[in-house]
């Protein structure tokens, strides 16, 4: 066998495999089982207590505020990567009335100065009927565009600012080391899983 021949033979194989790795990656199983979904929205449900736990424990009067909230989106895991060019995402649910409404997705992509990688629970408070309401009728919503969100502000009494507690969208940004304030939510996406 002649060298053009084998070359060609190997690069020919090597197609065929990278083809079957790349289709079989993207491929699903088939459907969900009922087993499946419970367990992701067990997971879920656990996280956002988890989260919320941690911002009731670290903020005073943030337990108050969410009890007056019309609903609220907990995403207790929003990972966050990349170089110059990254991106975020994390799974929630949305509750009312103590009661989960479902379960969401939150996506957003950054260009710039961007290194490393970082993981931060979200929770956003809807503190209006027409905020909520608007919300839930959405098919996508996204930060900035759908709804201005206002970043909870500590006062240097250690409570939630007056000003920020009376915006009709409210968030908290919290990692292990306590609450972010120099960060923007906008042009983050929202939709609803299929859970």
Excluded: H
């Excluded at 990972?79 to 957003?108: C, F, H, M, N, P």
Aim: charged share 15%; hydrophobic share 40%; aromatic share 6%.
């Amino acid at each position: 066998m002649d060298r053009r021949q084998f070359v060609t033979r190997v690069a020919g194989s090597g197609l065929l495999v990278a083809t079957a790795g790349f289709a079989a990656g993207c491929t699903t199983t088939g459907a969900s089982t009922p087993t499946d979904v419970a367990a992701r929205r067990r997971e879920i449900d656990e996280g956002a207590d988890g989260a919320l736990n941690r911002l009731y424990s670290s903020v005073n009067g943030a337990r108050e505020l969410a009890s007056r909230s019309q609903g609220m989106l907990v995403f207790p895991r929003v990972l966050a990567g990349g170089l110059v060019i990254g991106g975020e995402y994390g799974d929630g649910a949305l509750r009312s009335k103590g009661a989960t409404q479902g379960y969401y997705r939150t996506v957003s992509g950054t260009i710039g100065l961007t290194a490393g990688g970082q993981s931060r629970s979200v929770i956003i408070l809807f503190m209006t009927p027409e905020a909520y309401n608007k919300f839930v009728q959405s098919k996508g919503w996204t930060i900035g565009a759908d709804a201005s969100v206002a970043l909870a502000k500590i006062g240097a009494n250690g409570t939630i600012d007056t000003v920020t507690a009376q915006q009709p969208v409210i968030a908290f940004v919290q990692t292990n080391a306590g609450l972010m304030f120099d960060v923007s939510l906008n042009g983050s996406k929202i939709s609803k899983l299929d859970l």
